[in-house]
C-alpha cells in the first residue's frame, strides 16, 4: 500500500515561508521515477508545481522559480517543498503524487496524498 501524508501548511502573509513535507510509505515492489507536488486552487485546474526524478533531476512550473525548492530524503522517504517568497496567487491545496512534473495535471495516474492547504494573505 503506497501512502502519502502531506504536512506544513497553513496561514502566512506575502512574503512569509512555509515548507511542505509529504511523508511517503511503499511497500517493496514499488518504485517511482518521479515525486512530485502539484497544487489546486478553488475553480482552477490542478497544476505542477515542483518534481525530482530519482536521479536528483528538478523541474519547477515558472510561476515558482527562484521562490519554490524540491528536495527529498530518502533515508527517510520525506519529500520537501520549501516555499519563500509567497504571494496570494500561491494560494491552495497543495498535494504530493508519484509522478513526475507536468504543467496541469489532465490524466490520472500515480498515487496522491490527501493535500495540504496554504493560504497566502496579502
Known amino acids: 500500500q503506497v501512502q502519502l501524508v502531506e504536512s506544513g501548511g497553513g496561514s502566512v502573509q506575502a512574503g512569509g515561508s512555509l515548507r511542505l513535507s509529504c511523508a511517503a510509505s511503499f511497500p517493496r515492489w514499488y518504485s517511482t521515477n518521479c515525486m512530485g507536488w502539484f497544487r489546486q486552487a478553488p475553480g482552477k485546474e490542478r497544476e505542477g508545481v515542483a518534481a525530482i526524478d530519482r536521479r536528483g533531476v528538478t523541474t519547477y512550473a515558472d510561476s515558482v522559480k527562484g521562490r519554490f525548492t524540491i528536495s527529498q530524503d530518502n533515508p527517510k522517504n520525506t519529500l520537501y517543498l520549501q516555499m519563500n517568497s509567497l504571494k496570494p496567487e500561491d494560494t491552495a491545496m497543495y498535494y504530493c503524487?508519484?509522478?513526475?512534473?507536468?504543467?496541469?495535471?489532465?490524466?490520472?495516474?500515480?498515487?496522491w496524498g490527501q493535500g495540504t492547504q496554504v493560504t497566502v494573505s496579502s
Open positions: 503524487a508519484t509522478r513526475c512534473f507536468s504543467t496541469v495535471v489532465t490524466s490520472p495516474g500515480g498515487f
